[in-house]
């Protein structure tokens, strides 16, 4: 092993170590888990068996994936439509000695309790609410404004919006001023510099961005139960109950454990045109 | 439109100003509303700095605030270092099987956060770890690591080797072309990934209320726990406070980037410094280990400091209070035997589950006098025949609160079926709740476990569900003072404190009949103090305590005693004492064992009926 062979393993050691022993122990005790039984009282029985996969595999249970994979996937593409200019604005166009602040703005309001920043969103979005107010007061109607969908979108993208914003920021900053000069000059027009250069320089970002609003967004459960109403059921509060009211945990492990097993098997479908670009 | 500087603002900056505005504007409701001199932010009342004065005398909230602090900041120096560690590492080493170790980081972020909990629970009594801070933050750094090693990766992906090799080429130890080079490259991606760390973990609720032990209770923990009794606005005069603190400091780095000298910033800096301060001077200091000491665990605005300051007189003990916000966040940390609590507040499920579970410590009725002054009605009911193991603390019930201007006189569950309503009517969300109003409405019990009776109330819950606006089990008495329903299923004392500020609402228990809930003391099998434990369940079913906690908790108490003491507010408010007929037609929810599963099948199939 080179000198620099073995720096990096010891660089890498501590993380691995970490997820190896909390992440994969913690997983390993749960994939036990979840071949097991519900008991009377919401322990595991000794009962092993693939039950529990099977009726993740229900209609019932497939209808609630699929909503969540659309609200996942809703949410993460109005998130890059929206956070991509803002991202490119900040890292590019914003005055420099603002830039660092200007980033943390984007994250200071996840400081404080997002169950508070949704009660105040519900205040902002009811039928007496400000925003009906104001539209009140330019003569339009009121509108319903919650316990639809859309509220729900809204909730989720302001919920995930800095996930994929700071990634871009990190992502967009490197990017070479002169090499978008130098497609300028070589008659480029900006949608092309756009198309050719700027995004595949800066497609990690836009990849890591994306991974970290999908994902956690398959889980989501307070903007739905919230500003949804809880109309309707979503995975995140589907496995949320498993776990804290029906307290079917062999139920719930199996119910994570498909959710994972389909993102890391899209993950690897998609792993060419995800790494495309990266070094 | 001009810019003062004569350039037209650029599309990006228009869109940047929007999408500040977007994040911000709840945090503009969330100020406001600290200085609103109503308890609930259903409406303005009027300006105050009452929230303030309250957050500052919290020593509970503070201790939560400075919890919170101390964990977000030692995860983001540990999940920061190690995941910038490993993403160089990733990026220099050409490593074989490449999925695998992405798989390895992707997994944490897929996993739903009650997994993972439920799961550390398990990993640490295996580990024979105590539950505590340490295992707070170890959960935290498990679920956060992933964040800085997606960003920082991010930032590394087509980063130009070269520069590193020239520097080494030139002489440069490995570490200090670390310093000089590598870290300085990638700096703004290590400080996004810090931001997102700090952010995941001074937010975590849902692993920390699984992982934290004595002591460790988080600001969102306190939060969670409020929300059964409704969220104070004291939580935004803290919000506001730490926020404003940020934005100083924030400042003042900007000002010292601005090549300013450190004695001009030295006010804001000061200021933001000693605000974030504020709560590690003014909290408690937490005990561990102590021997004359008695660890709480009980729901937040169930016991008032003082009455807890009166039991640490009288015995020369500490008390340590840790708010709990899941049953089933006990029921895991119980089952895994490693903390250390004295006192816990179950539910009547959550008694039955555990008692069967042989977690429950047998009370020593000697030791209990006091436990005559309890309503006979309360006592022996089927979740603990007998009281072996515990005693009740509150009680309450569920029914129907109702703007009474919009839908007259209700006296029925069938007002939650009546068309008329369409639109206005908001049901609890929780399958037990939603499942027993419609068997109450149908004459049945909401115990039952006969599939016939469950098909009929699944298919009045369906027929119900385009009447429904919403399904909310946390701020239902916000969205009826709102007005946004006129009729909402609830538990009686979230309405209380909507009737108090709104006499247009009233509360009934129908009359087919309700449920009735029961929280209540027991004492663990493991408890390190049980002498201490008793003496405490003793003090608290005194008839003088007894009538304090509930009037300073507005709860129903059990205590026959106390309601001579109380005030004819309290005594005589049908929402938090209702007629002993009323109270003869609730049943209590009990555990149902295996048809628990049936019923969130049932109401599964209810929210995803078309």
């Known amino acids: ?279 | 439109m001009t810019a003062p500087s004569g350039r037209r603002p650029s599309a990006g900056a228009l869109l940047a100003v929007a999408v500040y505005a977007f994040l911000y504007a709840p945090l503009i409701v969330l100020v406001a509303f600290s200085f609103n001199r109503a308890r609930l932010a259903a409406r303005w009342e009027g300006f105050t700095l009452e929230w303030y004065a309250v957050a500052l005398r919290d020593q509970h909230v503070l201790a939560a605030l400075r919890n919170s602090v101390i964990i977000a900041l030692a995860t983001t120096v540990l999940a920061t270092a190690a995941g910038t560690a490993a993403a160089l590492a990733f990026h220099r080493l050409r490593l074989r099987a490449q999925g695998t170790w992405d798989a390895l980081v992707v997994v944490p972020l897929v996993l739903p956060e009650i997994v993972l909990a439920a799961s550390l629970v398990l990993l640490f009594a295996a580990m024979g770890l105590r539950l505590g801070f340490f295992t707070v933050v170890l959960a935290h750094v498990a679920f956060s690591l992933s964040y800085a090693i997606v960003v920082v990766r991010a930032r590394l992906a087509g980063f130009d080797r070269s520069l590193e090799e020239a520097a080494m080429d030139l002489g440069a130890s490995p570490l200090r072309t670390l310093r000089h080079v590598t870290l300085p490259l990638i700096a703004p991606g290590i400080l996004a990934a810090a931001l997102l760390v700090f952010s995941v973990s001074i937010d975590d609720y849902v692993v920390t209320s699984f992982v934290a032990g004595v002591g460790a209770t988080t600001l969102p923990l306190h939060i969670y726990s409020m929300v059964r009794s409704g969220l104070s606005p004291e939580i935004n005069a803290d919000s506001t406070v730490l926020l404003t603190a940020t934005v100083l400091l924030l400042f003042a780095a900007w000002r010292l980037e601005q090549g300013r000298r450190p004695r001009q910033v030295a006010v804001p800096m000061g200021l933001g410094l000693s605000l974030l301060g504020a709560p590690f001077l003014l909290a408690p200091v937490p005990l561990t280990g102590a021997d004359r000491q008695l660890n709480v665990y009980i729901w937040s605005n169930y016991i008032a400091p003082e009455t807890v300051r009166r039991f640490e007189q009288r015995h020369h003990v500490r008390v340590n209070v840790d708010v709990y916000d899941s049953n089933e966040a006990l029921i895991a940390k119980m089952q895994s035997g490693n903390v250390d609590y004295d006192v816990i507040c179950p539910s009547t499920y959550t008694v039955q589950s555990l008692v069967a579970q042989g977690l429950l410590r047998a009370l020593d009725f000697s030791a209990l006098p006091h436990l005559s002054n309890v309503d006979p009605r309360f006592l022996g009911r089927r979740h603990d025949p007998g009281n072996r193991y515990s005693v009740p603390y509150f009680w309450g019930t569920t029914g129907i609160a109702y703007r009474q201007s919009r839908v007259g006189t209700v006296d029925s569950w069938g007002a939650l079926w009546d068309a008329r309503f369409r639109g206005r009517i908001l049901m609890l969300d929780d399958a037990r709740e939603t499942l027993g109003a419609a068997l109450k409405w149908k004459g049945l019990s909401v115990n039952t476990t006969d599939p016939a009776s469950l098909a009929l109330a699944q298919r009045a819950l369906v027929a119900q569900r385009p009447l429904v606006r919403a399904y909310n089990s946390s701020n239902f008495e916000d969205v009826l003072l709102s007005g946004d329903v006129w009729l909402a299923q609830g538990w009686n004392g979230q309405f209380a404190r909507a009737m108090a500020q709104d006499a247009d609402i009233h509360y009934v228990v129908p009359r087919e009949g309700s449920m009735l809930f029961l929280d209540s003391l027991a004492v663990p099998r493991g408890a390190p103090h049980p002498a201490l434990a008793h003496a405490f369940l003793d003090y608290v079913m005194e008839a003088e305590v007894a009538a304090e906690i509930c009037r300073t908790m507005q709860y129903s108490t059990p205590n026959r005693a106390a309601l001579a003491l109380l005030p004819a507010s309290i005594r005589d408010n049908p929402a938090i004492f209702p007629s002993a007929d009323v109270v003869a037609r609730t049943e209590i929810i009990e555990d149902i064992g295996a048809a628990t599963v049936l019923y969130d099948r049932l109401w599964t199939e209810v929210k995803t009926s078309r």
């Not at chain 1, 996840?110 to 969103?121: D, G, I």
């Open chain 1, 1 to 279: 092993m080179s000198p620099r062979h073995r720096q990096a393993v010891l660089l890498l050691a501590p993380a691995v170590l970490l997820l190896l022993v909390l992440v994969g122990g913690s997983q390993a005790l749960m994939l036990v888990a979840s071949l097991g039984r519900r008991s009377a009282y919401g322990g595991v029985t000794h009962d092993w068996g693939l039950q529990n996969y099977l009726r993740a595999l229900e209609p019932l249970y497939v209808r609630v994936l699929a909503r969540s994979v659309g609200l996942a996937a809703a949410t993460t593409i109005a998130c890059l439509v929206v956070g991509y200019p803002v991202a490119y604005w900040l890292a590019r166009r914003a005055p420099p000695t603002m830039r660092r602040a200007l980033l943390v703005l984007v994250i200071l309001p996840f400081w404080t309790s997002f169950l508070v920043r949704m009660y105040a969103w519900m205040f902002l979005l009811r039928t007496e609410g400000l925003v009906n107010l104001a539209l009140g007061t330019i003569g339009l109607p009121a509108l319903s404004l919650l316990y639809n969908p859309a509220a729900v979108l809204l909730g989720q993208v302001y919920g995930e919006l800095p996930f994929i914003i700071l990634p871009l920021y990190a992502s967009l900053e490197k990017l070479d001023p002169e090499l978008l000069d130098a497609a300028a000059d070589l008659g480029a027009a900006p949608g092309q510099v756009l198309r050719r250069v700027v995004l595949p320089l800066t497609w990690p970002g836009i990849v890591a961005g994306s991974i970290l609003v999908f994902i956690p967004s398959l889980g989501a459960y307070l903007a739905p139960d919230l500003l949804g109403g809880a109309r309707y059921v979503y995975v995140g509060s589907l496995i949320q109950g498993q776990f804290a009211v029906a307290r079917d945990i062999p139920f719930g492990a199996a119910l994570s454990f498909a959710l994972s097993a389909g993102v890391l098997l899209a993950l690897w479908l998609l792993r060419r045109p995800l790494r495309a670009g990266a070094g």
